[in-house]
């Protein structure tokens, strides 16, 4: 059992179930729960509450906002994966929209620190199609910001670790994109992905 000074340590906290899963098991936890200084939660509502599980974020339902790594938008005139000629012909305003485009996330030094970092990504509606998209226009799409196309698109984004032993932080990533197909009913998605669970992480 660790000892924590008071002010390092936030106690009593409670989670519905719809927050957080418990890291080894990929299962949501309901429950109580205590945050330490370094950002990482754990069940029972204080340290000394045994048996003391590591907790992870669950993946963001589609309609909630949430922020953390920056990017700047992109501005393109194609529509990733769809039909631009189309839209001029049922509504040319949206083809003068904003659309998603995809990149590849560059995790920092702090992040490498913390553990874990935030990956965004969208997937056409009624389409098994990803791309991985930055924080800003995921932000833009989920708010259905009126400049942006975000009528094609179901955002939702994961928690990734990235340091620690490889084959915990496997497991972990592992398990939080099987949950986040189940919960948010995108299948194919750990194919993206190409099951590479321990993509950025570093010993």
């Known amino acids: 059992m660790s000892y ?9 906290l409670y989670t519905e179930g719809k927050e957080y899963a418990v890291e080894n098991t990929g299962q949501p936890y309901k429950g109580y729960y205590h945050k330490l200084y370094t950002g990482e939660l754990f069940t029972g509502k204080t340290p000394s509450d045994l048996p003391v599980e590591k907790l992870i974020e669950l993946p963001a339902v589609p309609g909630e906002l949430h922020s953390d790594v920056n990017f700047t938008p992109v501005y393109t005139s194609e529509v990733a994966y769809g039909n631009l000629d189309y839209l001029n012909i049922t509504n040319p305003s ?11 996330p560059q995790p920092t030094p702090q992040d490498y620190q913390l553990g874990e970092f935030r990956r965004y990504f969208a997937k056409k509606i009624n389409e098994i199609k990803f791309i991985e998209i930055n924080k800003d226009t995921y932000d833009n799409l989920n708010s259905q910001n009126s400049s942006w196309l975000w009528e094609l698109y179901q955002v939702f984004f994961i928690p990734w670790s990235i340091s620690g032993d490889k084959q915990a932080v496997a497991k972990t990533n592992h398990n939080i994109v099987m949950l986040t197909m189940q919960r ?20």
């Open 4 to 12: 924590y000074p008071k002010n390092r340590v936030k106690t009593n």
């Open 94 to 104: 949206l083809a003068e929209k904003n659309l998603p485009y995809p990149i590849t």
């Open 184 to 203: 948010l009913n995108i299948y194919g998605f750990n194919k993206f992905l190409k099951e590479n669970y321990t993509k950025f992480w570093l010993p």
